[in-house]
C-alpha cells in the first residue's frame, strides 16, 4: 500500500507559478499511475492530470492545458505538478492519487473512483 503526502501549495497572485510534489512510500512507486484531481469549496473534485507509470504518456484537462505540467521521478518516489499561469480559478485543494499500473494498463483514468491511494492534499490559492 502507497502512502502519498503533497507539499508545495501556497497563497500566490494571478500569472505567479507553483511546483507541488507528492513523496510516495512506496519502493513500487514506478509501477504505478499517478494523477493530481482538486477541488474547490462546494465543488466535485476533478481530474487535473495523469501520468503513466513510466512517464512516457501523459494528459490534462481542458482548463490546465498549456499552463500545467504533470511529471514524475520515480527514482526519487515523487510526482510533481508546475503550474504556470495561475488564475483565481485554480483556487482548491490539490490532491496526488495512485492505481496500480497493472489495473489501469494503457489507460490514463479521469476518474477519481478509479484511484486506490490519495494523498491529505496542499492548497493552493491564487488571488486576483
Known amino acids: 500500500q502507497v502512502q502519498l503526502v503533497e507539499s508545495g501549495g501556497g497563497l500566490v497572485q494571478a500569472g505567479d507559478s507553483l511546483r507541488l510534489s507528492c513523496a510516495a512510500s512506496?519502493?513500487?512507486?514506478?509501477?504505478?499511475?499517478m494523477a493530481w484531481f482538486r477541488q474547490a469549496p462546494g465543488k466535485e473534485r476533478e481530474y487535473v492530470a495523469g501520468?503513466?507509470?513510466?512517464?512516457?504518456?501523459?494528459n490534462y484537462a481542458d482548463s490546465v492545458k498549456g499552463r500545467f505540467t504533470i511529471s514524475r521521478d520515480n527514482a526519487k518516489n515523487t510526482l510533481y505538478l508546475q503550474m504556470n499561469s495561475l488564475k483565481p480559478e485554480d483556487t482548491a485543494v490539490y490532491y496526488c492519487a495512485a492505481v496500480h499500473g497493472r489495473l489501469t494498463q494503457w489507460r490514463l483514468p479521469q476518474s477519481k473512483d478509479e484511484y486506490a491511494y490519495w494523498g491529505q492534499g496542499t492548497q493552493v490559492t491564487v488571488s486576483s
Open positions: 501520468i503513466r507509470w513510466s512517464g512516457e504518456s501523459t
Open positions: 512506496d519502493r513500487t512507486f514506478s509501477t504505478y499511475t
